[in-house]
């Protein structure tokens, strides 16, 4: 007869069976953890990847496990400093605004498509630089908005402009020696509506004046001394009666720009937009690269971002005769694979700064040519502090969107479970 402890014994020897299984199965999915790791490791959880990273995947790539993936961008001032503001490139995000999960201010169900997928001012602690706004007369005010036929309707609005300027604001006032450009598609009839739209978000002081503003393809100021004057806000506008009116630079006076939507990813061209010049015009010194498709897809945009992005850029520059984007534009940016934007800008201007494959790999009073031994491309940098134009801290989205749950903790209990049960009914 068996006695009661060997009864228990396999049930005993199980449990621990299990305890050991579930200890393999959590560490090898999970060997870094509480911001220890680094790109393309694996990860569970946001706060597993260190500063600067975010935990996603990429399923539209294959790529369903979670790795922690690049969130935020180096300027290129905090390495190679006091060039003109043309020589650098710049990461934009295309409808800024039109963010997931906004919510309906006017208490309508908000019927539109989205681009973006966290704040405004996450986007900037993130490091983009270019703000993409489409400003509409509606309510009495002016809101952001997507267009149906040039009107705005309360199931496309997202909310006033002053909201989003004021987040503008904000940031430039916190970080002195940061420049932001924003680029208006502008439907404001009120006269004299954005003068005073940018007078109550307290951006005047920060205006880049269009006196100051290269006419003729010359190069624009040093960012030196756009700091040192305080001219650290540039606007464009898409209406060429404001330049006139209320001073605001009509966008294809000053810089050339590739088709947007499908256009504008399609491989093999790069046409230039209908309103703009064409690629290889010297009259301006700014070119903005969009890199969108016209439907924009969360799910797809990791793929887009991936090597398809730089045969798009580096068709670009082609077409514009061996001139790099100063502005890269895109739909999601904090989706990708691994580096994507991010690694791509790093690129761009590393070939314009100093000739090198990345722009980690410049290095100040250098020559051309000479680079330091960096990571792979596809790893990222150090980001580290926030001073110089580095970026560092958390990497956060408005809401959940984009970020992982706790999946693998519940997959782990529901293996648990499973387990016992058939240790706990084996004969």
Same mark, same amino acid.
């Given at each position: 007869?068996?006695?009661?402890?060997?009864?228990?014994?396999?049930?005993?020897?199980?449990?621990?069976?299990?305890?050991?299984?579930?200890?393999?199965?959590?560490?090898?999915?999970?060997?870094?953890?509480?911001?220890?790791?680094?790109?393309?490791?694996?990860?569970?959880?946001?706060? +597993?990847?260190?500063?600067?990273?975010?935990?996603?995947?990429?399923?539209?790539?294959?790529?369903?496990? =979670?790795?922690?993936?690049?969130?935020?961008?180096?300027?290129?001032?905090?390495?190679?400093?006091?060039?003109?503001?043309?020589?650098?490139?710049?990461?934009?995000? !295309?409808?800024?605004? /039109?963010?997931?999960?906004?919510? =309906?201010?006017?208490?309508?169900?908000?019927?539109?498509?989205?681009?973006?997928?966290?704040?405004?001012?996450?986007?900037?602690?993130?490091?983009?630089?270019?703000?993409?706004?489409?400003?509409?007369?509606?309510?009495? +005010?002016?809101?952001?908005?997507?267009?149906?036929?040039?009107?705005?309707?309360?199931?496309?609005?997202?909310?006033?402009?002053?909201? #989003?300027?004021?987040?503008?604001?904000?940031?430039?006032?916190?970080?002195?020696?940061?420049?932001?450009?924003?680029?208006?598609?502008?439907?404001?009839?009120?006269?004299?509506?954005?003068?005073?739209?940018?007078?109550?978000?307290?951006?005047?002081?920060?205006?880049?004046?269009?006196?100051?503003?290269?006419?003729?393809?010359?190069?624009?100021? #040093?960012?030196?001394?756009?700091?040192?004057?305080?001219?650290?806000?540039?606007?464009?506008?898409?209406?060429?009666?404001?330049?006139?009116?209320?001073?605001?630079?009509?966008?294809?006076?000053?810089?050339?720009?590739?088709?947007?939507?499908?256009? %504008?990813?399609?491989?093999?061209?790069?046409?230039?937009?209908?309103?703009?010049?064409?690629?290889?015009?010297?009259?301006? /010194?700014?070119?903005?690269?969009?890199?969108?498709?016209?439907?924009?897809?969360?799910?797809?945009?990791?793929?887009? !971002? /991936?090597?398809?992005?730089?045969?798009?850029?580096?068709?670009?520059?082609?077409?514009?005769?061996?001139?790099?984007?100063?502005?890269?534009?895109?739909?999601?940016?904090?989706?990708?694979?691994? %580096?994507?934007?991010?690694?791509?800008? +790093?690129?761009?201007?590393?070939?314009?700064?100093?000739?090198?494959?990345?722009?980690?790999?410049?290095?100040? %009073?250098?020559?051309?040519?000479?680079?330091?031994?960096?990571?792979?491309?596809?790893?990222?940098?150090?980001?580290?502090?926030?001073?110089?134009?580095?970026?560092?801290?958390?990497?956060?989205?408005?809401?959940?969107?984009?970020?992982?749950?706790? !999946?693998?903790?519940?997959?782990?209990? !529901?293996?648990?479970?499973?387990?016992?049960?058939?240790?706990?009914?084996?004969?």
């Amino acid at each position: 007869m068996l006695t009661s402890r060997e009864k228990c014994g396999a049930p005993a020897e199980g449990f621990l069976l299990l305890l050991f299984v579930i200890s393999i199965f959590f560490f090898s999915s999970n060997a870094c953890s509480n911001g220890n790791c680094q790109i393309l490791d694996p990860c569970s959880l946001p706060t +597993d990847c260190g500063s600067g990273l975010y935990c996603g995947n990429c399923p539209a790539m294959g790529k369903t496990q =979670p790795v922690c993936t690049r969130g935020q961008a180096i300027q290129p001032t905090s390495i190679i400093k006091g060039l003109p503001f043309n020589k650098y490139s710049w990461l934009v995000t !295309h409808n800024s605004f /039109s963010i997931v999960d906004a919510p =309906p201010l006017l208490g309508v169900q908000r019927i539109t498509f989205y681009n973006q997928e966290d704040s405004v001012t996450n986007q900037l602690r993130n490091g983009v630089r270019g703000l993409m706004l489409d400003m509409y007369d509606f309510e009495n +005010d002016i809101w952001l908005c997507h267009s149906m036929q040039g009107r705005c309707y309360n199931f496309t609005a997202f909310e006033p402009a002053i909201n #989003t300027l004021k987040e503008v604001e904000a940031f430039l006032s916190e970080n002195p020696s940061e420049i932001v450009t924003i680029i208006i598609e502008d439907y404001v009839h009120t006269p004299k509506g954005l003068t005073r739209l940018f007078t109550d978000a307290g951006l005047v002081n920060y205006w880049f004046p269009v006196s100051k503003m290269p006419t003729k393809g010359e190069d624009w100021p #040093t960012v030196t001394d756009m700091v040192a004057e305080n001219h650290r806000l540039l606007v464009f506008t898409s209406d060429p009666s404001k330049e006139g009116n209320e001073g605001i630079a009509y966008q294809w006076r000053y810089m050339v720009e590739n088709e947007p939507g499908d256009g %504008g990813i399609a491989q093999g061209s790069c046409p230039h937009r209908k309103e703009s010049q064409a690629l290889n015009w010297r009259g301006a /010194s700014l070119f903005l690269q969009n890199y969108f498709p016209t439907f924009p897809v969360e799910a797809e945009a990791c793929k887009e !971002h /991936s090597t398809s992005l730089m045969e798009m850029v580096a068709t670009c520059y082609k077409a514009a005769e061996n001139e790099m984007p100063n502005f890269l534009a895109v739909n999601f940016y904090m989706r990708n694979d691994g %580096g994507g934007v991010f690694d791509a800008v +790093d690129r761009m201007n590393g070939q314009t700064l100093c000739g090198c494959s990345s722009v980690t790999a410049c290095e100040a %009073g250098a020559k051309m040519g000479s680079c330091k031994d960096v990571a792979a491309p596809n790893r990222t940098p150090s980001l580290t502090g926030n001073t110089g134009g580095t970026v560092s801290g958390y990497v956060q989205f408005s809401s959940g969107t984009g970020q992982l749950s706790n !999946h693998l903790v519940l997959d782990l209990v !529901h293996l648990s479970l499973i387990l016992l049960v058939i240790i706990t009914d084996y004969p």
